[in-house]
């Protein structure tokens, strides 16, 4: 059994000069200060108890828990456990599952980060371009500014609308549940093989709106004046949107699933330099991922963007669906000789889905 305590803080900060604030620096946009910090106080437990040993069909048998308390300066108390169970029928052969709650506190960025404005491509529903008759809210349109009569009338002034960005004190923590389930064989000596499903979903991750999703979900799902999105909207005399905020928020959602495989092999050989003899190491590590899907705003949930395989603007750095990598070490003595040759499969850009 473990027990411990830790206290952190976190603080960092940005600051830009008066000519990057006021936007006068070409090819940027006017960007404010990002300055903050928060502390907390975590106590954890950790725990492993033996239940089997030597016995038919449980070579070993074993269970594993672990839990933290964590008090945030900013965001309150939270908490997070794991659990697992780990059986070896024979020598050769373990299983082992394993389920997680963990949590994530949002980073002084997300939080403090200074307010910067951004013109994004954007459709306005109350435009003539963007309405959808039957869909759209007429009423709400004309409550948050836009002329009677001119509903659905107007053209857009621009394809373009700004927004601002930044972060937002009111943040909660990201919340995670982790299934995994695994195999360990070590048919002989030397050579491991394990293969583990894993399933990981993240709720209320932290993301933006944006000035898009910010007006269609004001006008054409939520439809409430009183709306955090409608709040946000903001038009001039002639109905057109001068300013869309978009803040930071708990609002998205991941889900991701796959499987890794893994296989360790090591030898022992007789020759090698000044007579010392050598050894081998391989290490070959891989990871199938079946589902890597986003939703950026959990309340539209149908608005996933399905990205294993993909990449681009929307899901962003590649997620081949399968990628590997294998190392071989050979040593003897004082000297090593190690090569690597690492796979990574094809991505797609998620624009020509």
Not at 66 to 93: C, H, K, L, M, Q
Not at 198 to 213: K, R
């Amino acid at each position: 059994v473990v027990f411990g305590f830790e206290k952190r803080q976190d603080e960092s900060s940005f600051r830009p000069d008066e000519f990057l604030s006021a936007g006068d620096v070409l090819g940027f946009n006017a960007g404010l200060p990002t300055v903050g910090k928060y502390s907390s106080d975590e106590f954890f437990t950790e725990v492993s108890i033996p239940l089997l040993a030597g016995k038919t069909m449980a070579e070993d048998l074993s269970l594993w828990g672990a839990a933290r308390f964590a008090d945030y300066s900013n965001i309150g108390n939270v908490e997070s456990f794991a659990a697992a169970v780990n059986w070896a029928p024979t020598e050769w052969i373990s299983a082992r599952i394993g389920y997680q709650q963990a949590v994530r506190a949002p980073n002084v960025s997300e939080l403090f980060q200074g307010s910067a404005n951004g013109f994004p491509g954007a459709t306005d529903p109350c435009a003539s371009n963007g309405f959808i008759p039957g869909t759209t809210d007429v009423a709400l349109c004309e409550a948050t500014g836009v002329p009677a009569g001119m509903v659905g009338q107007f053209a857009q002034a621009n394809s373009q609308i700004e927004g601002s960005f930044g972060g937002n004190v009111n943040l909660t923590e990201e919340s995670s549940d982790t299934l995994t389930v695994g195999l360990v064989i070590q048919p002989m000596e030397g050579l491991d093989m394990t293969i583990d499903y894993f399933s990981i979903e993240i709720e209320d991750a932290i993301a933006s709106y944006g000035v898009n999703n910010t007006l269609n979900v004001c006008y054409n799902i939520a439809q409430d004046i009183n709306d955090e999105t409608c709040q946000n909207i903001t038009r001039r005399p002639d109905g057109n949107v001068s300013v869309v905020q978009s803040l930071n928020a708990n609002i998205g959602l991941l889900e991701t699933t796959g499987v890794d495989f893994n296989v360790t092999y090591n030898t022992e050989f007789d020759f090698g330099f000044n007579g010392n003899g050598s050894s081998l190491n391989v290490q070959f590590r891989s990871t199938y991922l079946d589902k890597f899907d986003v939703t950026s705003i959990a309340s539209l949930p149908d608005q996933v963007d399905e990205c294993a395989g993909y990449f681009g603007n929307t899901c962003g750095t590649p997620r081949p669906e399968f990628q590997a990598n294998t190392r071989v070490n050979w040593t003897t003595g004082d000297l090593t000789l190690s090569t690597l040759v690492r796979y990574i499969g094809d991505s797609e850009d998620d624009q020509i889905m």
